[in-house]
């Protein structure tokens, strides 16, 4: 052998060494999910001097660059993917879907398009296709796999834009908005606060915006939506609805808000981060029932679904004006390589192929374990509020979902049982404002989470409490 053929033959067996040792941290890691505080053993400082100091001069081998990776890094992970993990609403990891996102780096194919990664934009198109099919939306729906229901909401919004502004006469993306008819923007007033960013992204100040009435569980009042439309003056509208309020779970009653903006001539989006998930299950679709109906929906797969980040989907139910609004072309995208791809349907060009996880979940889990996930994190969700009423405390929201707020009367109070619950790490959650009071904020998003996880965690909480009271 010469002398290349030998080194690149070393450099081969030194990647599989290389990755297989990273696969082991990450398995490790998993495994000492139950175990662990959930809380970073180090603080930010610390994290900021072990990753910090000059920048190298000198190359570093791989394996070296791992192993100080690891030691920087490893004191600094929150436990985000293990079973008592309840802050913000996030899921943990399906080993399938964890698995198959490592390849998707390994095999590195960018999805822009079918010429470039026909593998990537299959596993996508397959899918969504079973993701429509258990959201109970239209077959005939377009489907962008984008990084996170803010990028969904903003392909949604972008998409009600280009369709609300063509009904009008005006071509808005050759036109812009300078001059255009003046869009309405309806929204209610617990929606997810991405929404606000999306508004203002497709160019629409805060001032076009409207805001609706919502109930003490923070679902729309659809007769002030109704009043709203009246008024609109005969301008476009875009009405954003919401399935699964961020801090108690609530839906909207979607099909009377859908029926009632279609009969304004209005786009209906739907941002259904988590809750709409909820028509994946038998038990709870009565909450999104409707759903089918909307113009677009935004959906997270980092969430509930329990794939690694970031992975989210934007639906809409006219793929044209979808594609209208998110498509470029320029002249190496003709010939060989034209084809329909992912990215035409979202806000990036070139994209990691993220089809690969979504289907690797879906396929793991199929139509009964998705049912099933949802299920079980809903009635530990309900554990959860029995718990706590059970040790003298209020739970403020009604637990449709897998939100639950506590309140313990007093907001500093509040706010120093959380952070004390947080140094214990037991379990890990956060606090958030809710009609003007400061409450502890429970989220169940994880396929890991067992009975005795809520048990340990509410006895934890109670234990804390008491002792700060
Ligand atoms: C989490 C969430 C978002 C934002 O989603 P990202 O995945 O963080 O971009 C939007 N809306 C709702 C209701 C959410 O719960």
Not at 128 to 144: I, M, Q, R
Not at 205 to 222: H, K, P, S
Request: with cysteine; glycine share 10%; aromatic share 6%.
């Amino acid at each position: 052998m010469n002398q290349r053929s030998d080194e690149s033959h070393r450099d081969r067996s030194d990647l599989r060494a290389l990755l297989v040792r990273a696969a082991e941290h990450a398995a490790a890691f998993h495994a000492s999910l139950p175990g662990r505080p959930v809380r970073p053993q180090a603080d930010l400082d610390t994290l900021r001097k072990a990753f910090g100091g000059p920048l190298p001069s000198d190359p570093t081998p791989p394996d070296e660059v791992l192993a100080a990776l690891v030691a920087a890094a490893e004191p600094g992970l929150m436990g985000s993917p293990g079973p008592r993990f309840f802050g913000f609403v996030v899921g943990g990891t399906l080993p399938a879907a964890m698995a198959a996102d490592m390849l998707a780096v390994g095999w590195d194919q960018n999805a822009f398009n079918a010429a470039l990664a026909p593998a990537g934009i299959a596993a996508e198109e397959a899918a969504g296709a079973w993701l429509k099919e258990l959201l109970t939306l239209p077959a005939s729906a377009s489907v962008g796999f984008v990084t996170g229901a803010q990028a969904a909401n903003t392909v949604g919004l972008v998409t009600a834009r280009h369709h609300v502004l063509a009904q009008a006469g005006w071509d808005v993306e050759r036109r812009g908005l300078g001059g255009a008819p003046e869009i309405r923007v309806v929204v209610g007033e617990e929606r997810h606060a991405t929404i606000d960013r999306s508004v203002r992204l497709i160019g629409i100040g805060t001032d076009a915006v409207t805001t609706v009435r919502t109930d003490r569980n923070g679902a729309i009042d659809v007769a002030d939506l109704e009043r709203v439309l009246a008024s609109g003056g005969g301008r476009p509208s875009i009405v954003c609805l919401q399935a699964g309020n961020v801090n108690t779970g609530a839906c909207d009653d979607l099909r009377a808000a859908i029926r009632l903006t279609h009969r304004h001539g209005g786009w209906v989006h739907v941002d259904g981060a988590f809750g709409l998930w909820a028509a994946a299950s038998p038990a709870k679709r009565h909450l999104v029932a409707g759903i089918e109906l909307a113009d677009s929906w935004a959906c997270d797969a980092h969430k509930w679904l329990n794939v690694p980040y970031d992975s989210a989907f934007a639906i809409t139910s006219r793929p044209d004006a979808h594609a209208a609004a998110m498509s470029y072309s320029a002249p190496y995208l003709t010939g060989a390589g034209a084809t329909v791809g992912g990215a035409d349907y979202t806000a990036e060009s070139s994209r990691r192929s993220r089809g690969f996880a979504v289907w690797a979940a879906l396929r793991e889990l199929g139509r009964d374990g998705v049912a099933g996930l949802v299920e079980r994190c809903c009635a530990l969700a309900e554990r959860f509020a029995d718990g706590m009423r059970a040790a003298g405390f209020e739970v403020v929201n009604d637990v449709v979902l897998n939100q639950v707020l506590v309140g313990f009367g007093d907001d500093t109070r509040t706010d120093e049982i959380v952070a004390a619950v947080q140094r214990d790490g037991t379990c890990w959650l956060g606090a958030t404002s809710w009609r003007g009071r400061r409450l502890m904020r429970i989220s169940v998003s994880n396929h890991l989470t067992t009975e005795a996880d809520v048990d340990r965690s509410v006895a934890a909480i109670t234990r804390i409490a008491r002792s700060v009271l």
